[in-house]
């Protein structure tokens, strides 16, 4: 996994609190009630039993949870309803469970790239196609969405009537209009509509009249994407798996993603976040100000600049507040237009004017911005065992100070983080009297992680030497081991290393400029 997925998915925590609240909100308001369920349908895996259930059964939904997650907790009766339900589906449709904070439990969760909780994924064919699933987290929702992944991947439109009954014109459709259903094109069509059953709903037919969109007289076979924004329907006929992919997820999201409380942008919003494309995102208030001379303005931007590898957000201060926490921005900073690059590197224009936004975005292209860094302030009392480091001190202390250093990425929600504070405070104090060594910590929720560190989850440590040796902290978790691990893989503190360590540290400022 790349550092710039990583971020994204990091963001995407965040966004789907603020885009999950009125849903949490309805779920509570039904858990009581749901709660008094018979038994329970829920299977609850573990390491040891889950292998032997994804081969038992061929379509199976999994939800890994922490116990202290707020939204786990609202999600369960839901879920255990959903699966009482969905047990007397012809055939019987598995929802299971794993408590992916449990310690046995965690090289599941590592295998699966679980990044957040609750996560939920699709294991068809006995785990051979695996699927994030997407679907309600309501169980009314959680049983119809199922429902329609167990059937066929692509479903005939013979009338007009199936048409209307199957696309619904809020949300994208795809269909393959064929000659007869067989031969390359058909198998193609199909093996793609396996794969994107999760994310999109398919159709196939023989007849292009019988859909309420586009042209009718055309040379079959074809694909039509039928979409609820920019142009209404785009046609291909490149029935390459691949292509068809590229087609299909180009076609998919609006020029511009609009980030507000419409459910109905959620998942568009979700796809952008998801791309490692370059992306440019504009903060306003969509309720007071200019909005409509911005928000034209924008559209031109996104026009004028739709060659280049960019994708475009506008978004609402009431709805982003989750973005603003991730990126470290403040009400008073908008309108403000940011961009994040590839390499995950930021720019921001705050308090930019509506005929500012092409001359700031093409100053982007041609490398004529500086980047800006998500940091904490560097504390002014820093004397406890446990050094505290931020974005603007990491170099200094963990590259410039020719000195050990194991330094944690953590989050202050995370429950495993809060169990490691105390024992490294204890490792810290034993070995407070070694001048040769730091133990420190970054809320990396609350600062930008230098490129040289991986963090795909927390805690996340890694062990620094004077001469700028990185190695990732694998050892064990007690006090005591700890303290070992440091006295046996520590370097001395020498000009020599010192310098060294220097020219990293250089090197490294270098690629952030």
Known sequence: MTICSKVWISLLLALAIALSAPAARAEEAGAAAA???????????????????????PFMVVEFYAPWCGHCKKLAPEYEKAA??????????????????????????????????????????QGKNIQEYKGPREAEGIVEYLKKQVGPASKEIKSPEDATTLIDDKKIYIV?????????????????????????????????????????????????LLKPFDELVVDSKDF???????????????????????????????????????????????????FESFKSAYYGAADEFKDKEIKFLIGDIEASQGAFQYFGLKEDQAPLILIQDG????????????????????????????????????????NEPVKVVVADSLHDVVFKSGKNVLIEFYAPWCGHCKKLAPLLDEAATTLQSDEDVIIAKMDATANDVPSEFEVQGYPTMYFVTPSGKITSYDSGRTADEIVDYIRKNKESGTQETSEKADSVATESVKDEL
Not at 35 to 56: H, P, R
Not at 347 to 362: H, R
Request: proline share 6%; net charge negative; charged share 30%.
């Open 35 to 57: 709660a008094e369920g018979e038994g329970e349908a829920v299977l609850t895996l573990d390491a040891d039993s889950f292998d032997d259930a994804v081969a038992k059964h």
């Open 84 to 125: 009482q339900l969905l047990s007397k589906h012809d055939p019987p449709i598995v929802l299971a469970k794993v408590d992916a904070n449990e310690d046995k439990n965690r090289p599941l969760a590592t295998k699966y790239e679980i990044q957040g909780f609750p996560t939920l994924k699709i294991f068809r064919n």
């Open 176 to 224: 393959g209009v064929f000659t007869e259903f067989s031969g390359t094109e058909f198998t193609n069509f199909m093996e793609v509509a396996e794969k994107l059953r999760s994310d999109y709903d398919f159709g196939h037919t023989l007849h292009a009249n019988h859909l309420p969109r586009g042209d009718a007289a055309v040379e079959r076979p074809l694909v039509r």
């Open 240 to 290: 390459d798996v691949a292509a068809l992919e590229k087609f299909i997820d180009a076609s998919s999201t609006p020029r511009v993603v609009t980030f507000d409380k419409n459910p109905d942008n959620h998942p568009y919003l979700l796809k952008y976040f998801q791309s490692s494309a370059p992306k440019a995102m504009l903060f306003l208030n969509f309720s007071t100000g200019p």
């Open 343 to 382: 390499d995950s590197k930021k720019f921001l224009k705050e308090q930019i004017e509506a005929d500012q936004i092409v001359s700031w975005l093409k100053e982007y292209f041609d490398g004529k911005l500086s980047s800006f860094k998500k940091s904490e302030p560097i504390p002014e009392v820093n």
